[in-house]
C-alpha cells in the first residue's frame, strides 16, 4: 500500500515560519522524485518543490525560491519543506507527491502517488 502523510502546517503570521514534513511508504523512495504542490482556492494546483533525494537534486518554483527550502531523510523515507518568510499568498493546501525519476518534468499529470494535503493559512 502506497501512502504519502504530511505533517505540520496550520496558522502563522505573515513573515513567518513553518516546516511540511512528508512521510512515504509502500515504494522504493530512492527511484522516486518527492515533492510539494500546492493549491488556493479557485486556483490551478501549483508546483513548488521537489528533490531526488538519490544524488540530492533540487527544484523550486520562482514563487518560493530563497524563501523554501527542501530536505530529504533518507533513513525514515521523509522529506520536509521548511518555508521562511511566509507571505498571505502562500495561503493553500499543500499537497506531498512523488514522481518516478524518469519523468522529469514537476507537473500535475505526471505524478505518480499523492498525499492528501494539509492546510497552511498565513495571515496579516
Known amino acids: 500500500e502506497v501512502q504519502l502523510v504530511e505533517s505540520g502546517g496550520g496558522l502563522v503570521q505573515a513573515g513567518g515560519s513553518l516546516r511540511l514534513s512528508c512521510t512515504t511508504s509502500?515504494?522504493?523512495?530512492?527511484?522516486?522524485?518527492i515533492g510539494w504542490f500546492r493549491q488556493a482556492p479557485g486556483k490551478e494546483r501549483e508546483g513548488i518543490s521537489s528533490?531526488?533525494?538519490?544524488?540530492?537534486?533540487?527544484y523550486y518554483a520562482d514563487s518560493v525560491e530563497g524563501r523554501f527550502t527542501i530536505s530529504c531523510d533518507s533513513a525514515k523515507n521523509m522529506v520536509n519543506l521548511q518555508m521562511n518568510s511566509l507571505e498571505l499568498e502562500d495561503t493553500a493546501i499543500y499537497y506531498c507527491?512523488?514522481?518516478?525519476?524518469?519523468?522529469?518534468?514537476?507537473?500535475?499529470?505526471?505524478?505518480?502517488?499523492w498525499g492528501q494535503g494539509i492546510q497552511v493559512t498565513v495571515s496579516s
Open positions: 507527491a512523488a514522481q518516478i525519476v524518469a519523468d522529469g518534468a514537476w507537473q500535475t499529470h505526471l505524478i505518480d502517488y
Open positions: 509502500g515504494f522504493t523512495f530512492e527511484d522516486y522524485t
Open positions: 528533490l531526488s533525494c538519490a544524488d540530492g537534486s533540487t
